[in-house]
């Protein structure tokens, strides 16, 4: 079904600041310039809602992750204007899609919707949980605006570091990019993000819908129209963050979080991923 764009007036902007923005309980102390909006990816066509066969580079991913060894997606091999072959977008527009001379997975905020859930979204939630389905669907609906994307595998167990190339290029509200993980069947998850409108790393936990920020790491920097990379690694119940190789966060959380993992984005956003990685490594002892 084609989608109809909702046109934001600029009181639906001082609404969404109001209610939506990545704030924690204490407001920053200021606030970076949103830069000029960028010209958007063109979005797939009605036929591009089928979803893409799988490539002869899928396999190879599952069979890595399948055996606990590391592994990249970098795209390449997923055709544009279609859905991802390697992750499913469970809320929001993902489509595969070029910018700055790279092929990856945008998530279009320029067609949001209010975080409409994607309209087979069932089928998804079957794919991803099997019979505890259900569990995830009555979860993720009471999403307001934060789109996100599940990698189809599931994670190697124990000790991992994830990471993404991230290219926010467009959104006045927000230009978010970032990692969830600790998926769990009933949708709740955990979350760090980047955003280029707001010049902070901040972690959170989602549960049917609400957001709650966590932690709020100020003055970190990640420009529009610029490649920047977010890693994280789970040592245990430690996880440990970096954005663009510098270490920007470190916390030691009650359980060692498990589950499934994706990307992740806000509102308006329009961000171009890339070079998807994760790799696990031997277990630290605590």
Sequence with gaps: MKCRPIVLTFSS???????????????????????????????????AS????????????????ARGGPVTIDFDAEPAGAPSTSFEGVVGDWYVGEQAGAHGLVVDGGKWRNGTPSANLAD????????????????????????????????PPGDLRISVRF?????????????AFAIAPDGTYLGIRANALENNLLYFR????????????RNVPTASKAWHTLSLEIHGKKITVEVDG?????????????????????????????????????????
């Design 13 to 47: 902007y001082l609404c969404l600041y109001a209610t939506g923005c990545d704030r924690p309980t204490q407001p920053p102390s200021s606030s970076a310039s949103a830069p000029p909006p960028a010209q958007s990816v063109e979005p797939p066509t009605p036929a």
């Design 50 to 65: 089928v979803a893409a066969p799988a490539t002869s580079a899928e396999p190879t991913a599952a069979a890595s992750a």
């Design 246 to 286: 510098q270490k920007r966060f470190e916390k030691t959380l009650d359980a060692a979080p498990a589950g499934r993992i994706g990307l992740w984005s806000k509102a308006d956003s329009q961000v171009l991923f890339d070079d998807f990685k994760v790799e696990p490594f031997a277990k630290i002892s605590e």
């Design 124 to 155: 998804q939630a079957k794919h991803l949980y099997g019979e505890r389905y259900a569990e995830f669907l009555d979860g993720v609906r009471a999403f307001a605006f934060f789109p996100f994307a599940v990698w189809k595998n599931d994670p």
């Design 167 to 179: 290219y926010p290029f467009a959104g006045k509200v927000d230009q978010a990019a970032g990692i």
């Design 206 to 217: 989602v549960v049917k819908g609400h957001r709650t920020v966590i932690d709020d790491i």
